[in-house]
């Protein structure tokens, strides 16, 4: 059976832009029914992992904990912004519960360590479990503690590549709250061009024009994603498109075609 990896970034699933704790409950009940309507039709095994928005990125800038936690602040800092995220990760499960899925939570602070901010240990093996029952693990970026900085914020766009390898997934896809790479911010810039495929050709080159986030983003917004693909997503196809728009999610899960950038290295 095909196991696929989605993420909904914080852009799609909260109120990244505006910078405030806000999830799209909107936006996260459409995924939650395309899913099940994907499942009526097909067979698949299902990893879902979410991004942070400000339920993340906020708490660690304000309090300097991108680079580590030494200080009693930054511990306070590193609790705030791990009970933060087990909110957000609330809204999901309870709204997944409510559309009929069958959805489990795994805490990145539970089972992975960092050194360096690069994961050391991830201890997946849950994951595997729940796989193995027909139940979606919903993981998303945490802080968790680092063997070189006491504390570091682990991505869910680190976490993706690792369990696509680890697992073997066919297929990973990216939501956001555009359709795909642009040359550009489309939503600064107009004339912004759709990237419609990612290679080792022409990495160098998007790498160059992209941009990290508008919005508070200590991840590195798409650029980052793309170094996180690059550095580990070898032979697994990915797929960036935009998770807001309704129909998208369903039928990328039934292998129908949707509007984005395909990314293959």
């Given at each position: 059976m095909d196991l696929y990896i989605l993420k909904i970034g914080g852009s799609a699933c909260t109120e990244k832009a505006?910078?405030?704790?806000?999830?799209?409950?909107?936006?996260?009940?459409?995924?939650?029914?395309?899913?099940?309507a994907a499942q009526a039709e097909k067979e698949f095994k299902l990893i879902l992992v979410h991004g942070a928005g400000p339920?993340?990125?906020?708490?660690?800038?304000?309090?300097?904990?991108?680079?580590?936690?030494?200080?009693?602040?930054?511990?306070?800092?590193?609790?705030?912004?791990?009970?933060?995220?087990?909110?957000?990760?609330?809204?999901?499960?309870?709204?997944?519960?409510e559309e009929g899925l069958n959805a489990v939570s795994i805490p990145p602070l539970a089972c992975i360590v960092q050194s360096g901010k690069k994961i050391r240990r991830f201890d997946y093996s849950l994951v595997k479990k729940l796989l193995g029952v027909s139940i979606i693990p919903v993981l998303h970026g945490d802080m968790v503690f680092d063997d070189r900085l006491g504390a570091s914020v682990v991505s869910?766009?680190?976490i993706i590549p690792f369990l696509a390898k680890k697992l073997g997934a066919k297929k990973v896809f990216f939501g956001t709250d555009v359709a795909g790479v642009f040359t550009a911010d489309p939503k600064r810039h107009p004339g912004a061009k759709l990237i419609k495929e990612i290679h080792p050709r022409n990495i160098g080159v998007i790498l160059r024009k992209v941009s990290g986030s508008s919005a508070v983003d200590v991840t590195g917004g798409m650029k980052g994603k793309l170094l996180e693909m690059k550095s580990i997503l070898r032979g697994i196809d990915a797929f960036v498109f935009?998770?807001?728009?309704?129909?998208?999610?369903?039928?990328?899960?039934?292998?129908?075609?949707?509007?984005?950038?395909?990314?293959?290295?």
């Amino acid at each position: 059976m095909d196991l696929y990896i989605l993420k909904i970034g914080g852009s799609a699933c909260t109120e990244k832009a505006k910078n405030v704790c806000e999830a799209k409950t909107g936006v996260i009940r459409q995924i939650a029914r395309e899913i099940k309507a994907a499942q009526a039709e097909k067979e698949f095994k299902l990893i879902l992992v979410h991004g942070a928005g400000p339920f993340g990125h906020k708490l660690v800038s304000d309090y300097g904990i991108n680079n580590g936690v030494r200080t009693g602040r930054q511990v306070e800092g590193f609790v705030r912004t791990h009970n933060s995220m087990l909110a957000l990760n609330k809204i999901f499960l309870d709204i997944f519960s409510e559309e009929g899925l069958n959805a489990v939570s795994i805490p990145p602070l539970a089972c992975i360590v960092q050194s360096g901010k690069k994961i050391r240990r991830f201890d997946y093996s849950l994951v595997k479990k729940l796989l193995g029952v027909s139940i979606i693990p919903v993981l998303h970026g945490d802080m968790v503690f680092d063997d070189r900085l006491g504390a570091s914020v682990v991505s869910g766009d680190a976490i993706i590549p690792f369990l696509a390898k680890k697992l073997g997934a066919k297929k990973v896809f990216f939501g956001t709250d555009v359709a795909g790479v642009f040359t550009a911010d489309p939503k600064r810039h107009p004339g912004a061009k759709l990237i419609k495929e990612i290679h080792p050709r022409n990495i160098g080159v998007i790498l160059r024009k992209v941009s990290g986030s508008s919005a508070v983003d200590v991840t590195g917004g798409m650029k980052g994603k793309l170094l996180e693909m690059k550095s580990i997503l070898r032979g697994i196809d990915a797929f960036v498109f935009d998770a807001t728009k309704n129909g998208n999610v369903l039928n990328l899960l039934l292998g129908k075609p949707v509007t984005g950038t395909k990314i293959t290295f």
